[in-house]
């Protein structure tokens, strides 16, 4: 059974516009609810992760990095594209420890957000990680990142002055504050290291 078939538009041909070493764009002709036509100009994206890193003393790691496309120094939770055929926890896994050198015993998928519907498919499994191990960051050569920590309110009150805007951190951030609170129940999963 269909769902929704007043709102739903079908895809009718897709051109390739742009295909870099990070960005894929296409344009899509779709065919409309009503039966007219139009066009769907969107990023291709592999989709990515976002951890939420719990330290024993209650704070949470992040990490502050320029991002070009925006012009600043942006504070948000450690991030990273999929690879090919990867499972969003590996992926999970290996960017907390290339970004910020931790290590976690436990991961929790917490769920999914889509960041920029309007301009891509993309979307970001968000999984809380807890009982870190520190380590040495295991950065690419073009990358630059300073990992720092705070505490939820500390978190909460950079999120509501405008100092953290990242859209994925915005939603770690209620996830963060909904699971403290008890509300929101995660189910923990020990891990064995990385190989």
């Known amino acids: 059974m269909e769902v929704d078939p007043h709102l739903t538009e ?3 041909q ?3 516009l742009l295909r870099g070493s990070f960005l894929h764009v296409v344009r899509d002709t779709v065919r409309l ?3 007219g036509t139009a066009t769907r100009e969107y990023v291709r994206h592999p989709g990515a992760v976002m951890m939420v890193p719990l330290l024993e003393d209650g704070r949470v790691v992040l990490e502050r990095q320029w991002r070009h496309p925006v012009g600043q120094v942006m504070t948000e939770f450690p991030a990273g594209k999929l ?3 990867e499972e969003p926890l590996a992926c999970a896994r290996r960017e907390l420890l290339e970004e910020t050198g931790y290590t976690a015993r436990e991961w929790a998928r917490a769920g999914r957000l889509h960041p920029c519907i309007g301009y891509s ?4 499994e968000i999984w809380f990680a807890r009982g870190l191990k520190p380590g040495r960051p295991q950065l690419d050569d073009e990358e630059f990142v300073e990992v720092i920590s705070a505490t939820p309110d500390e978190l909460l009150a950079w999120c509501r002055d405008g100092r953290v805007t990242d859209a ?4 770690g951030a209620l996830w963060l504050r ?3 609170s008890g509300a929101w129940v995660l189910d923990w999963q020990a891990q064995s290291a990385p190989s």
């Open 10 to 12: 079908r895809t009718v």
């Open 14 to 16: 897709t051109e390739e």
């Open 33 to 35: 609810p009503d039966g």
């Open 83 to 85: 690879s090919p055929g």
């Open 121 to 124: 498919d993309e979307f970001i």
């Open 168 to 171: 994925k951190t915005l939603t």
């Open 178 to 180: 909904e699971v403290l």
